[in-house]
């Protein structure tokens, strides 16, 4: 099955700078890669996802790159707020996900 | 976007009891839905996999005796724990998608305290 590799897994920054998180999978065959956001006591929200077909997508303050040789993909934010501090999964596969242990990110006022 | 409710919130009982969970897709047709189990500081470990009209798909470990999943319309799972005991306390949560083409939408939850 699909195993994936989730870092850093707590990450600390200040408000306004960039925020990226790492992400490798190891299925070739996986061809679907959503990011969530889950603050406290709530499920995880979808913020951005990428198909294989595409190397790069961007919403905002969010932007999402897909390496397929390499088998890794990454979240960026930038200009970071104190609202973006949760834990951010990332996830692989399609049909069936499978979740990276998680990174608690937290943005310094 | 889409919305996927999920009821109680929370539950706290007494061991031995059966609980029941429900999760709703809100603005669309769910033909998939997904029971996850979160433990504190953890990540999302699936249970089990329902498809409308079928048979739930559960993951190796999970006991289909146990946790009971009923998918018996496009808008409705529901999951119930059965003769629920402490080690069953966790955070349920569960998430719907349309069709395979479209991504999965959680629901908040539901935080189970078993006495």
């Known amino acids: 099955g699909e195993n994936v590799e989730q870092h850093p897994s707590t990450l600390s920054v200040q408000e306004g700078d960039s925020a990226v998180i790492k992400c490798t999978y190891s299925?070739?065959?996986?061809?679907?890669f959503p990011w969530y956001k889950q603050e406290l006591g709530k499920g995880p929200q979808l913020i951005i996802d990428i198909r294989s077909n595409v190397g790069e997508k961007k919403d905002q303050r969010i932007a999402v790159t897909l390496n397929k040789t390499a088998k890794h993909f990454s979240l960026h934010i930038t200009e970071t707020q104190p609202e973006d501090s949760a834990v951010y999964f990332c996830?692989?596969?399609?049909?069936?996900?499978?979740f990276g242990a998680g990174t608690t990110v937290t943005v310094r006022a | 976007g889409a919305v996927v409710s999920q009821h109680p919130s929370r539950v706290i009982c007494k061991s031995g009891t059966s609980v029941k969970i429900e999760c709703r897709s809100l603005d669309f047709q769910a033909t998939t839905m997904f029971w996850y189990r979160q433990f504190p500081k953890q990540s999302l470990m699936l249970m089990a996999t329902s498809n409308e009209g079928s048979k739930a798909t559960y993951e190796q470990g999970v006991e289909k005796d146990k946790f009971l999943i009923n998918h018996a319309s496009l808008t409705l799972s529901t999951l119930t724990v059965t003769s629920a005991h402490p080690e069953d306390s966790s955070f349920y949560i569960c998430?719907?998608?349309?069709?395979?083409?479209?991504?999965?939408?959680f629901g908040d939850g539901t935080r189970l305290s078993i006495l």
């Open positions: 996830a692989a596969n399609d049909y069936k996900l499978s």
């Open positions: 998430s719907a998608r349309e069709d395979n083409h479209q991504p999965q939408h």
């Open positions: 299925d070739s065959a996986s061809n679907y």
